[in-house]
């Protein structure tokens, strides 16, 4: 209640008042200056510490609540026990339900389902009864085959499925039969499995199509039919007719008629006589103690026993798909029961506060190594079985009846991707290899860069991005761990540079002072081509990269998914819209491609994936030495009389605070300092390249290309289109020459020493580590052919342009 006329103050504290002949009224009225921003608002208030992070509606005090453990989603007693116990059942299932391998099981399920095939065609074609063979003897009527009139050149009745081609159902098969409509000529195999070519007789011309159309219809359509018509076997013998090869047999058929397989002799088990013994039964039938076959006990390997396999695949199928519902059903359900006691999960509503990552049962080390255990567990139960029941019965054969292959398949590739995994995960602990450093080395272009507060905005932004990211999660274990990388990769950032920095004051701008910085610039009247880098830069930015802080693993999966850029960063300056922001990364992404030379089969990733930057911890490590030195000098440091690796040593240990015995943080301070954003920091040259960073992105293919990429986008789209900026682009098409140049000296080098010294690395030995001299070659050469592919790039840019005279710089001229 309040008295006439009095208005409440616009305090954000709890204001009291003690009114004549009032009560006590308390007012908690709080108007913000400016409206907030999906999540947090922008103080323009001058007493905002410098530094502080927001998080919008999520309470810090709930960040530091919850601590994410490194081991929550390693498989611990209770895992590894249920993963134990549901391999045991499921090789229980297998030793007493699926049992044995049985060729005769597989044909007779193999045969009825061929059987069904025929009646449901046949019944399409016409045929209105019940019986088999009627229902064959339709389709043969409808769909004559020309390749039939050679059915004597090619073995006869038993055999002409076998050595015609065109009678495989398979691609091959469909592929021979094409080929005879429109020769007139037969492919198959003689009686010694040669190739051989017979014409099609004049009884089975009419069979040929006339015109292109139908001679289409009848190899592809005709063809169909006709082998649904002979796989049952013919009309006179159905079941148990010679049907048709199905696709293996066929692909090793059509493989043995190549001159590669010799004719098999008499008496030598050639491949050859192999392959026909499998198809005719003779191979896998019966035999009596005297070797002689048992009569019609001959097994088939035909299209109705490669369709039967299936099914007795199906079948030991069945307990590996126990064994894995089990495994991950137990997976999931423990965890979101974890998940929901340790969030304090009350409603349905707030399910959606659970992390998809940490309950779904794939894709973890946990769920990995429990399938691991149980598949590694059912294999065992059933390889014991299959040795048991081999020794009781004295038949080896018998052993590998009983084995459960798609048991041992699923137990080797778990085994697999388990170790993969494993070794990937140590692989980002242990850093980049050689030849990605040497290559990183390569691409140190000197053409543009940012000072050092220009290098300070666009730290603040990066920084800004994952505070904006981290305040839109909803997923609160997600968001203590994104909060725990932000705060390892803000440490690396502002330690390194708060011993550089003259004031002691935080490094990171909040939004408040960030934009007001950025203000100033746009309106003192200087050149905004900086900040156009700067924005290409943190639209590039790859947060939850590996920091190779030894917390890598629990960053895995992370993702920025918030839109600081577009929500705030476009609206709060005016020289870099989101629509132009995002033209800029298309641009980088596409040019990319074009100078790979593969721009189709390149050009999958999204914005900003091709050249996103590696913020810590790797690019600016490798040039550290490189920029120290102008970085120092920039700051006042008296190294203007050394050189050489003095001058990088000293210099580095100025940027890190002095030497380790005197309490700084030595050379590896210095590098932490210019790795802490990955930027080329230097002081600004006199040209109206004012502005440029050198952050790229670990690829499968080339930092070079990256880097390349960047330049060129950035010339054609800002340089030219937004200023005209002629002699900027020609200074960094110079720039490109010297360094190809350099590069081809180098790689020259190298060989020279390789021819010399065998064994013995050349160049710069101490930056390749262990990379030996023939794939420092390999990376030379790669990286010059994406150099003069980006000069030329430029070049046309400059002809388009109308530039008809290059100034050469004064170096050229001496």
């Keep these: 209640m309040t008295k006439k006329g009095t208005k409440p103050k616009t305090d954000s504290s709890l204001v009291s008042e003690t009114l004549e002949d009032e009560l006590l009224v308390k007012y908690e009225v709080f108007f913000p200056k400016t409206p907030p921003l999906l999540g947090g608002a922008i103080d323009d208030s001058n007493d905002s510490p410098s530094g502080v992070a927001w998080f919008g509606g999520i309470s ?121 409509q429109f020769t007139g000529m037969v492919v198959g195999a003689d009686n010694a499995g040669r190739l051989t070519v017979k014409p099609v007789p004049e009884s089975h011309r009419q069979f040929i199509g006339k ?9 592809v359509i005709g ?7 002979d796989m049952a076997g013919s009309s006179g013998t159905t079941m148990g007719g010679t049907g048709v090869p199905g696709p293996l047999v066929s692909f090793m058929k059509e493989l043995s008629a190549l001159p590669f397989f010799k004719d098999s002799g008499k008496g030598d088990y050639g491949f050859r006589q192999w392959l026909t013994k499998l198809f005719n039964g003779t191979l896998l039938a019966d035999h009596d103690e005297s070797g002689k076959i048992i009569k019609d006990s001959a097994r088939r390997f035909d299209l109705r026993a490669e369709i039967g396999i299936l099914g007795e695949i ?15 059903g137990f997976y999931f359900c423990r965890r979101i029961c974890r998940e929901i006691r340790d ?36 294999t065992g139960v059933d390889l014991a079985d299959a040795a048991v029941r081999a020794a009781k019965s004295k038949n080896p054969v018998a052993f590998f009846l009983r084995v459960n292959y798609v048991g041992v398949a699923t137990f080797v590739i778990s085994c697999v991707v388990d170790a993969r995994a494993t070794l990937a995960d140590n692989a980002k602990e242990e850093g980049e290899s050689p030849e990605e450093a040497f290559d990183r080395g390569l691409s140190n272009l000197g053409c543009l860069k940012l000072d050092f507060q220009q290098t300070r905005v666009l730290h603040s932004i990066m920084h800004n991005m994952v505070a904006y990211d981290i305040a839109n999660e909803k ?79 629990e960053y895995k999966g992370l993702k920025l998914n918030a839109n600081y850029l577009g929500d705030v960063f476009c609206r709060h300056q005016g020289t870099v819209s989101d629509k132009e922001l995002k033209g800029l990364s298309n641009s980088v992404s596409g040019t990319r491609g074009k100078i790979d030379g593969a721009g189709a089969k390149k050009a999958v990733g999204a914005v900003g994936t091709v050249v996103a930057i590696a913020a810590t911890g790797g690019l600016a490590f490798y040039f550290a030495p490189a920029i120290a030195p102008a970085l120092a000098a920039a700051l006042g440091a008296e190294v203007a009389t050394l050189s050489g690796a003095a001058l990088t040593s000293a210099s580095l240990a100025f940027l890190g605070g002095g030497a380790l015995a005197a309490g700084g943080a030595g050379m590896a301070g210095g590098a932490m300092l210019i790795a802490g954003g990955g930027a080329l920091i230097g002081a600004v040259g006199g040209s109206s390249i004012s502005a440029a960073t050198n952050l790229t992105l670990a690829t499968d293919t080339s930092y070079v290309l990256d880097e390349c990429a960047k330049l060129v986008a950035f010339s054609r789209e800002v340089l030219v289109a937004k200023y005209g900026d002629l002699a900027a682009v020609a200074e960094i098409h110079d720039s490109l020459s010297r360094r190809i140049i350099e590069l081809e000296v180098q790689t020259e080098a190298i060989k020279r020493n390789m021819k010399e010294a ?27 052919k994406f150099l003069k592919k980006s000069r030329d790039e430029l070049g046309k840019l400059l002809d388009d342009a109308g530039k008809e005279r290059l100034v050469l710089p004064q170096w050229a001229n001496k």
Excluded at 117 to 134: F, I, N, P, Q, W
């Design 60 to 180: 810090e005090s709930l960040i530091d609540e919850i601590e994410w453990e490194p081991h929550v989603d390693k498989a611990d007693r209770l895992d590894y026990i249920v993963a134990v116990s549901s391999g045991v059942l499921a090789g229980l299932v297998d030793v007493f339900y699926v049992g044995e391998f049985s060729l005769d099981r597989a044909s007779e399920w193999g045969n009825s389902k061929i059987e069904r095939v025929v009646m449901k065609v046949a019944r399409a074609e016409g045929y209105t009864g019940d019986d088999l063979s009627d229902a064959i003897k339709t389709l043969e009527k409808n769909h004559p085959f020309a390749a039939d009139g050679n059915t004597n050149d090619f073995g006869g009745g038993l055999q002409h499925h076998f050595r015609d081609f065109s009678h495989h159902f398979s691609i091959g098969g469909l592929f021979f039969s094409i080929l005879t």
């Design 211 to 219: 015109n292109f159309q139908e001679k289409l219809a009848y190899g």
């Design 223 to 229: 063809w169909f039919f006709h082998m649904v018509s």
């Design 314 to 328: 199906g079948r030991q199928t069945v307990p590996i798909l126990i064994n894995q519902c089990i495994v991950r």
């Design 343 to 378: 969030l304090d999960i009350r409603e349905l509503s707030d399910l959606d506060r659970i992390a998809p990552e940490d309950v779904l049962p794939w894709g973890t080390p946990a769920m990995r190594r429990m399938v691991t255990v149980s598949s590694g567990v059912f």
């Design 475 to 553: 997923r609160d274990k997600r968001v203590a761990r994104k909060q725990a990388w932000l705060d390892e990769w803000s440490a690396k950032v502002a330690e390194a540079m708060s011993l550089a920095w003259a004031a002691n004051e935080g490094y990171f701008l909040n939004d408040g002072e960030l934009y007001k910085v950025i203000g100033w610039s746009e309106a003192s009247g200087w050149s905004d081509s900086w900040m156009w880098l700067v924005a290409l830069e943190a639209a590039c930015f790859k947060a939850y990269m590996p920091l190779h802080g030894g917390r890598d693993k």
């Design 758 to 784: 065998p064994g013995e690395a050349g160049g710069e030995k101490e930056d390749s580590d262990d990379l030996s001299p023939e794939k420092m070659v390999k990376v030379l050469k790669r990286s010059i």
